[in-house]
């Protein structure tokens, strides 16, 4: 039990390190954005989008249920009036 013990800690601490991180990133193009502000200089596109990580992620198609189509029959049939 003390080596879960050990282990869980070690994942909360990772995490918690993680959020940090991010939020010190996130800080650091906040006060970059606003030093170009005071400056004068202008951002472009390619200074926008280089601090910024895109994840795309698939989407998961899901099975329709009886439910979806009752749902969806008042709307249906609302809409013809």
């Known amino acids: 039990m003390e080596m879960y013990d050990r282990l869980l ?3 909360i601490w990772r ?3 993680e959020s940090l991180e991010q ?3 996130a800080r650091e193009v906040y006060i970059n954005s606003i030093k170009r502000v005071l400056t ?3 951002q472009t ?3 926008v989008t280089k601090d910024v990580s895109i994840r795309q992620e ?3 198609p899901v099975p329709r249920i009886k439910e979806d189509s009752l ?4 709307m249906k049939t609302t809409n013809l009036l």
């Open 58 to 60: 698939a989407a998961v």
């Open 9 to 11: 800690s070690t994942s």
């Open 23 to 25: 939020e010190m990133a």
């Open 45 to 47: 596109s390619s200074d």
């Open 15 to 17: 995490r918690k390190i």
């Open 40 to 42: 004068g200089n202008p």
């Open 71 to 74: 749902l969806r029959w008042p």
